[in-house]
């Protein structure tokens, strides 16, 4: 495989709430990647049909679990789908977390490692793979046995900092969650009840305090402070410039995941790509 290319800018939502008609209609906006978030489990039957479905769009799982997914099942589902749909498909995987993956000795380092191993064993090459990153070695590893890094709920400052520390060839894609309004009070609650869950996990948490906010910002439901650090909010030329800012500080691509009505996703995403001139 050729290492894949990547268009200023990507979609990202759950794997359960996509189907073929919005991939359909994402593509069709001129977006290249589809992100789709969630822990789903390693046979992965969902890519096959999405991917039929439409013509260019490539999908990356963001991410399936090391814990959950049994890494030979999931390489073997990576194998069923690239030789259907080459070059439209790439495993993401990642370590999540320990509050989360409580039953296991939680050794995320070492368990990337593993994974990785036996991927290579079942045949996935290294451009096939994204790995889940937020810290210093999971960003190393994966600009070294994958294809591209994907931080999750990271600012800018996170993007310059992994840029600086990988150089200019890694592939290093951020997801940005957006909200289309100016009603700070409208988009903070939805901020808010996206980052929910992130407030209580670890790896987030010590990101966020050295990217992000402090530890007061940090206390649930989040200071206006971290919200506003975290989504992207406005008209449609302010959150196009926040979007800039991560590729202004390195990002080879930018997910963005857009809060609030599902139902309204692709109007919003219309909106967004007009404003970036896709």
Request: negative net charge.
């Given at each position: 495989?050729?290492?894949?290319?990547?268009?200023?800018?990507?979609?990202?939502?759950?794997?359960?709430?996509?189907?073929?008609?919005?991939?359909r209609?994402?593509e069709?906006?001129?977006?290249?990647?589809?992100?789709?978030?969630?822990?789903?489990?390693?046979?992965?039957?969902?890519?096959?049909?999405?991917?039929?479905?439409?013509?260019?769009?490539?999908?990356v799982?963001?991410?399936?679990?090391?814990?959950?997914?049994?890494?030979?099942?999931?390489?073997?589902?990576?194998?069923?789908?690239e030789?259907?749909?080459?070059?439209?498909?790439?495993?993401?995987?990642g370590?999540?977390?320990?509050?989360?993956?409580?039953?296991?000795?939680?050794?995320?380092?070492?368990?990337?490692?593993?994974?990785?191993?036996?991927l290579?064993?079942?045949?996935?090459?290294?451009?096939?793979?994204?790995?889940?990153?937020?810290?210093?070695?999971?960003?190393?590893?994966?600009?070294d046995?994958?294809?591209?890094?994907?931080?999750?709920?990271?600012?800018?400052?996170?993007?310059?900092?992994?840029?600086?520390?990988?150089?200019?060839?890694?592939i290093?894609?951020?997801?940005?969650?957006?909200?289309?309004?100016?009603?700070?009070?409208?988009a903070?609650?939805?901020?808010?009840?996206?980052?929910?869950?992130?407030?209580?996990?670890?790896?987030?948490?010590?990101?966020?305090?050295r990217?992000?906010?402090?530890?007061?910002?940090?206390v649930?439901?989040?200071?206006?402070?971290?919200?506003?650090?975290?989504?992207a909010?406005?008209?449609?030329e302010?959150?196009?410039?926040?979007?800039?800012?991560?590729?202004?500080?390195?990002?080879t691509?930018?997910?963005?995941?857009?809060l609030?009505?599902?139902?309204?996703?692709?109007?919003?995403?219309?909106?967004?790509?007009?404003?970036?001139?896709l």
């Amino acid at each position: 495989m050729t290492t894949p290319e990547f268009a200023p800018y990507g979609f990202f939502t759950h794997y359960a709430t996509v189907d073929a008609d919005l991939l359909r209609a994402v593509e069709n906006l001129g977006f290249d990647t589809a992100w789709l978030g969630g822990s789903p489990p390693a046979d992965l039957p969902w890519v096959d049909p999405l991917l039929s479905a439409t013509e260019r769009i490539r999908i990356v799982t963001a991410i399936v679990n090391i814990w959950s997914a049994p890494a030979r099942e999931a390489g073997q589902s990576w194998q069923r789908i690239e030789a259907a749909h080459p070059g439209r498909f790439i495993l993401g995987i990642g370590a999540g977390h320990p509050e989360i993956d409580s039953g296991v000795a939680y050794k995320p380092y070492t368990g990337l490692v593993d994974y990785l191993n036996v991927l290579d064993e079942v045949g996935v090459p290294k451009e096939g793979r994204a790995l889940a990153a937020l810290a210093e070695k999971s960003l190393k590893l994966a600009a070294d046995r994958s294809a591209l890094a994907h931080p999750y709920l990271t600012p800018p400052s996170h993007t310059r900092w992994a840029r600086e520390l990988l150089g200019p060839g890694a592939i290093i894609v951020p997801e940005q969650k957006v909200v289309l309004t100016t009603d700070a009070d409208e988009a903070r609650a939805l901020g808010r009840q996206a980052l929910d869950m992130y407030l209580g996990l670890t790896n987030y948490l010590t990101m966020l305090e050295r990217f992000a906010g402090s530890k007061e910002d940090l206390v649930k439901p989040g200071s206006d402070k971290l919200v506003d650090a975290l989504i992207a909010y406005g008209t449609p030329e302010q959150i196009a410039a926040r979007l800039q800012e991560h590729r202004d500080a390195g990002a080879t691509q930018v997910a963005i995941q857009v809060l609030g009505d599902p139902a309204k996703r692709a109007e919003a995403l219309g909106v967004l790509a007009r404003e970036l001139g896709l």
